[in-house]
């Protein structure tokens, strides 16, 4: 395991830039370690900020589950329309409109709560994926989204972490030079089919909640024809991202772990 792996490894400090859903970063914090984490997508990086944020007062988890949800005909419900029923989308609108008035520090541990929900009522990745293939598309579920609304997991007294959206070179190109940690645990996507922002867009949206123009049936986001460089099917390109993010590195820590799938 990740941990096991570090056993002997200073890790009071540490680097995460795949953050990804959060857990890796969330486990180094549970551990007492001062972490900085960071993913290119917005959902991403939210989701990992509410997990490294101390944990807000109860009220706040009770009055999002009470908001009023949207009207049927909002801008979110026609975005979500094919993911999620349109009651839940309602719901959903409703309460993120409700992050939306909660102190600064309380909005991406509700945020997070909020992405898990609607991912329960779903199959965001499976539906777009249906789309691509020409498959059935997966059912969605009639469960009330506002029953599935639990807090997070947090690190008991700990203060938050810090999280970044960038993608990841470009945050490496942006360090101090004076930035150390102990430890950078890197997990890139390496995959040369899955563009992680056309299969989370709904999730980004929900984040943003910025009535974007929306593109084809799958409703995709304007930039999600970006491409990450990690994202291809010549070896030899993830092969130079690497290096050249080592590189980048050099300086900066005196441990790397590297996480990946052959």
């Known amino acids: 395991s990740i941990m096991k792996a570090v056993e002997h490894v200073p890790h009071e400090t540490v680097l995460d830039l795949f953050a990804g859903s959060g857990r890796v970063a969330h486990a180094f914090h549970c551990l007492g370690s001062k972490v900085v984490a960071n993913d290119y997508l917005v959902a991403a ?28 005909n909002h801008w979110w419900c026609d975005a979500a329309e094919g993911y999620i029923t349109r ?10 409109l409700y992050v939306d008035t909660v102190p600064p520090e309380a909005r991406a541990a509700l ?32 469960m009330d989204v506002r029953t599935l609304i639990e807090p ?20 490496v190109d942006s360090l101090p030079d004076d930035f150390h940690v102990d430890l950078v645990y890197l ?26 123009v929306t593109r084809g049936k799958t409703k995709k986001r304007p930039n999600t024809h970006e491409k990450s460089p990690w994202i291809s ?30």
């Open 233 to 262: 099917s010549k070896a030899h390109a993830v092969e130079e991202a690497l290096i050249k993010l080592m590189v980048g590195l050099q300086g900066h820590t005196s441990h790397v772990l590297l996480s990946f799938s052959d």
């Open 111 to 142: 945020l997070g709560t909020l992405m898990v929900a609607l991912g329960r009522v779903d199959a965001c990745v499976g539906q777009y994926a249906a789309h691509l293939h020409g498959d059935s598309v997966p059912a969605r579920t009639k």
């Open 87 to 96: 009651e839940n989308a309602a719901a959903i609108g409703g309460m993120r």
């Open 187 to 212: 997990d890139p996507p390496y995959t040369p089919t899955v563009n992680y922002p056309r299969y989370y867009h709904l999730l980004d949206t929900l984040v943003l909640f910025d009535a974007p």
């Open 152 to 171: 997070l997991q947090h690190a008991p007294d700990m203060p938050a972490g810090k999280v970044a959206c960038s993608e990841a070179q470009a945050l």
């Open 45 to 72: 990086a939210t989701v990992t900020q509410g997990l490294l944020s101390p944990q807000p007062e109860a009220r706040y988890y009770e009055e999002m589950a009470k908001a009023s949800p949207v009207p049927m």
